[in-house]
C-alpha cells in the first residue's frame, strides 16, 4: 500500500488506496512484458504473453471504470511488492543463457506476477463488496477470473511442453 | 531469484537457486509474523497467524531437509520480491488506527505472503517432479498444500467476520 497508508481511516480508504495499489502495479506489468514476451523461445509462451499483455490493457481500464464509479480520478501509488516481483522477473530474463532453462524460469516469474494480483483483486472486490459497491466488485471480479486463468494456462504450459524441454 | 540467477545454467540450478528464494523467504516470514499477531484484533485472526508460525516453522524444516536430499547446504538468496511483499504489510500494520479496518489489512496483507509462497512452491514442486527429485516434489507439494489451505482460511475469516467489522 505503500506511501499513503497512513491516510487510511476507514474501509472505503482502505479499498481506494487498494485500487492505487493495483493501477500502479498493473503499470509496471505493461512496462515488463514486452521484455518477457522478447525473451520467450516457446511459440506458446509468446502467445500466451502477448494474450496477457492484451489482458492487462483491460485490466487498467476496468480499474479506471472502477475508480470513475467511486467519483476519483485515477492514479497509481507506490507498491515495492510489485517492483520487487517485476525485479526478480528482470533478473532472472537477463540471466538465463540456456532458452528452454530461461523459458521455465519466465513462467515462475510470470505466474508471481499473476499471483499478487490474484491476492490483491480478491481482496479488493472482497471489500467493495461488503460496502455495497457492486458495480466496483463485478469489475474487479472480472479481474480476478482473468488472472486465475491466466495462471492455470501458465501451469499447464510448463507441464505439458516448457518443463520437459528444460529438463533435458 | 535475485543476485545468483547469473550461476543458471540447467533446470538443476533453477531448481536450487528457486529453493535458496523460498529459504530466505521463509526467514522473512518468520522475522515479519510475530508484528501481524501482535497487531491483529480478532481473536481468530491473531490464532491464524500463531498457526501460520507454527507452519511456517515446519515449512523451513521440510526445505532443508530437500536441500539434504539434493546434498546441498541450507542457504538463502536476496529475494527483493518477499522484501516488498513484507514491506507493505509492515507499513500497513504501522499505519492503520483503527483496529477493524487494520485488521482487513493484515488479511490481505498475509494472503499476499502466502500468494506469493503459493507461487513459487508450485513452480519449485513442478520443476523438482520435471527433474526425477520425487522426494523433493514431496516436501515441496507438502507446503505449497498448506499455503492454499490457509490462503483459504483467511478469505473466509475475512467475508464471515473482519470485513463486516471494518466496513461498519
Redesign the interface.
Given at each position: 500500500?505503500?506511501?499513503f497508508?497512513?491516510d487510511?481511516?476507514?474501509?472505503d480508504?482502505?479499498l481506494r488506496h487498494?485500487l492505487q495499489?493495483v493501477y500502479y502495479a498493473e503499470q509496471q506489468v505493461l512496462k515488463a512484458l514486452p521484455t518477457l514476451i522478447d525473451k520467450a523461445t516457446a511459440r506458446e509462451l509468446t502467445a500466451a504473453f502477448k494474450g496477457h499483455l492484451g489482458e492487462t490493457e483491460q485490466q487498467v481500464a476496468r480499474l479506471e471504470q472502477a475508480f470513475d464509479l467511486l467519483n476519483e480520478k485515477p492514479k497509481g501509488t507506490a507498491?515495492?511488492?510489485?517492483?520487487?516481483?517485476i525485479?526478480?522477473a528482470r533478473?532472472?530474463a537477463g540471466?538465463?543463457?540456456?532458452k528452454y532453462?530461461l523459458d521455465?524460469?519466465l513462467?515462475?516469474a510470470a505466474?508471481?506476477v499473476?499471483?499478487?494480483q490474484?491476492?490483491?483483486y480478491?481482496?479488493l472486490a472482497?471489500?467493495a463488496e461488503?460496502?455495497g459497491q457492486d458495480a466496483v466488485a463485478t469489475l474487479l471480479e472480472s479481474t480476478l477470473k482473468e488472472e486465475e486463468k491466466a495462471?492455470r494456462q501458465l501451469?499447464a504450459l510448463?507441464?505439458r511442453k516448457v518443463?520437459?524441454r528444460?529438463?533435458r
Open positions: 500500500m505503500g506511501i497508508s497512513k487510511i481511516k476507514s474501509m480508504d482502505l487498494g495499489d507498491c515495492p511488492a510489485i517492483d520487487g516481483i525485479r526478480e533478473d532472472v540471466d538465463i543463457a540456456d532453462v521455465a524460469a513462467i515462475a505466474q508471481a499473476v499471483h499478487y490474484i491476492t490483491r480478491g481482496s472482497a471489500w461488503e460496502l495462471d501451469s510448463a507441464k518443463n520437459a528444460a529438463a
